[in-house]
């Protein structure tokens, strides 16, 4: 035992102390961070689309035109910095009553919209002064907004319009705009047709770029939603009439406690629900990445001779299992520190920056049920994929033939993949608890399963089937390991490894 430890220490040692192992454990959560952040900045990059529009029935787009504007304004109140108009020429008193209106509720809010841009009442319960500050200076600050032109507002609010799309006058017919958009100077254009109250007949959109739908769905989202009120208002519907037709049957979500009661659903509730994907993920990568490193290791210590150095001191059982727990530490030190460096992101730095996260992400990931799950399932799934590999890549001597032998192995491994999703989506379901007790299987689908939960009984049976299937193959990897080690050629085929699997075994040393 204590040559195994020996072996198990120096495996580990010779892992961690290389400045590519180091650069390994990063390039995960470096990729994660990539993946979430550069499309956000690619975007944030991208400049805005300008487009031009054609309005054959005479006045939609004026009115369509108030509209963006005053979702504009409803996004300059909601974002608004006094730093943003120190240099730009403002309706006296705004800066100092926008504040105020921001604080308002959302009921408050709209009515203040509605007073401002159509001369609608202003909402009960609002200070003195700011009751007579709006009731004086409507007009005027609706006449200061509505002169701005995209670009400027944009330049007082990140979330106006004017940030992503862009209207420039329409000067000319058709084919200057065609040819605007063919030499790029234009992203697309719109035709309104004569009558959209009636049909949607003339109108049309036109641009060289049909994968990107941005535009088209906003401007089309905005003139719909003002052709249904026009449409109401010709057929006699009340607004409050056609709002109350078209309000869905909205069901307010629970979740059932562990008392068997049924409490309210939050943020961290859904994130509780979906969390076990992405362990089950990281476990995947984990387990994928610790038996190839067990693989290569051993190929290439047999490449160069030195397997023979080692097995002139232990006994090729003794060299196996040291490996196998040497390696089994190195994983374990990869998960902690991906464990600190997803604590310090999602953790330390929104609390340094002063930034509230949607959910409590600490007691997702430190949920004992989860975290205890992800790491008795790493070393369960890594011991029986080490057990699986490590003897049928001792009997190869390159990566090339290992990839060819393993093959079958490395199928099973990209099930769980495949079934992450939908396991995670119904964690009970018939073929999630057929796939528990299937030992290749378990610990990947137990983990997916974690926001079911399992019973306990599952959790007792599928824990001991799998215990099982990894003594089985320990036993049936020493035997491989023991006469494969020392070979060299070519590897054996199924029929000769079959017949090497009926070969005695050595006691450990």
């Not at 958009?181 to 992203?187: A, K, S, T």
């Not at 999602?346 to 340094?352: E, K, L, S, T």
């Amino acid at each position: 035992m204590n040559r195994t430890l020996l072996v198990a220490l120096r495996e580990y040692i010779e892992n961690v102390r290389t400045k590519g192992f180091w650069i390994g454990i990063f390039t995960l959560p470096i990729i994660f961070l990539l993946i979430a952040f550069v499309p956000i900045l690619v975007e944030s990059t991208r400049e805005a689309k300008r487009y031009a529009v054609i309005d054959l029935s005479g006045g939609t787009l004026e009115q369509v035109a108030e509209i963006i504007a005053r979702r504009d304004f409803r996004d300059f109140i909601e974002d608004f910095d006094s730093g943003d108009l120190e240099e730009v020429d403002t309706p006296a008193g705004l800066i100092t009553y926008a504040p105020e209106i921001r604080a308002l509720s959302d009921e408050d809010i709209n009515k203040v919209m509605l007073a401002i841009f159509e001369g609608g009442q202003l909402p009960d319960g609002l200070t003195n002064r700011l009751q007579r500050y709006l009731g004086e200076n409507t007009g005027a600050v609706r006449d200061w907004w509505l002169t701005l032109g995209d670009e400027e507002r944009a330049a007082l609010t990140n979330s106006a319009s004017g940030n992503f799309f862009v209207r420039v006058p329409y000067t000319d017919d058709e084919e200057s705009l065609n040819k605007q958009i063919h030499d790029g100077e234009l992203f697309a254009y719109f035709v309104i047709g004569p009558d959209p109250v009636e049909s949607s007949e003339g109108s049309k959109y036109v641009s060289s770029n049909l994968t990107d739908q941005d535009l088209k769905n906003w401007f089309s989202g905005i003139i719909t939603e003002h052709i249904h009120e026009r449409r109401m208002a010709q057929s006699n519907i009340a607004p409050e009439t056609a709002d109350w037709i078209a309000e869905p049957v909205s069901f307010k979500g629970s979740i059932l406690s562990e008392e068997g009661t049924a409490e309210d659903v939050d943020a961290t509730d859904v994130a509780r629900q979906w969390a076990p994907m992405i362990f089950m993920y990281v476990l995947w990568i984990s387990i994928l990445m610790n038996t190839q490193m067990l693989v290569t290791n051993t190929i290439e210590e047999k490449s160069n001779k030195l397997i023979e150095v080692l097995l002139s001191s232990v006994s090729p059982i003794a060299l196996m299992t040291g490996k196998v727990i040497g390696i089994a530490a190195t994983g374990l030190t990869i998960i902690g520190t991906w464990v600190l460096f997803a604590v310090g992101l999602f953790i330390g730095v929104p609390a340094m920056a002063g930034v509230d996260l949607p959910f409590e992400f600490a007691s997702v990931i430190a949920d004992p049920l989860f975290l205890g799950s992800f790491l008795v399932y790493f070393l369960l799934g890594y011991l029986l994929y080490a057990a699986l590999l490590v003897g049928l890549g001792a009997m190869c001597d390159n990566l090339k033939e290992a990839q060819n032998l393993m093959f079958p192995v490395q199928i099973v491994q990209m099930i769980p993949l495949l079934v992450m999703v939908p396991i995670s989506r119904d964690p009970n379901g018939t073929i999630a608890v057929v796939m528990s007790y299937v030992p290749p299987l378990t610990p990947f689908v137990m983990m997916s399963r974690a926001a079911g939960p399992p019973t306990m009984f599952e959790y007792a049976i599928t824990t001991l089937l799998l215990i099982a299937s990894i003594a089985g193959a320990f036993w049936l990897a020493a035997k491989l390991f023991r006469v494969g080690i020392l070979m060299t050629g070519k590897p054996p085929s199924v029929r000769e490894i079959f017949r090497l699997l009926r070969a005695p075994v050595s006691a450990p040393g």
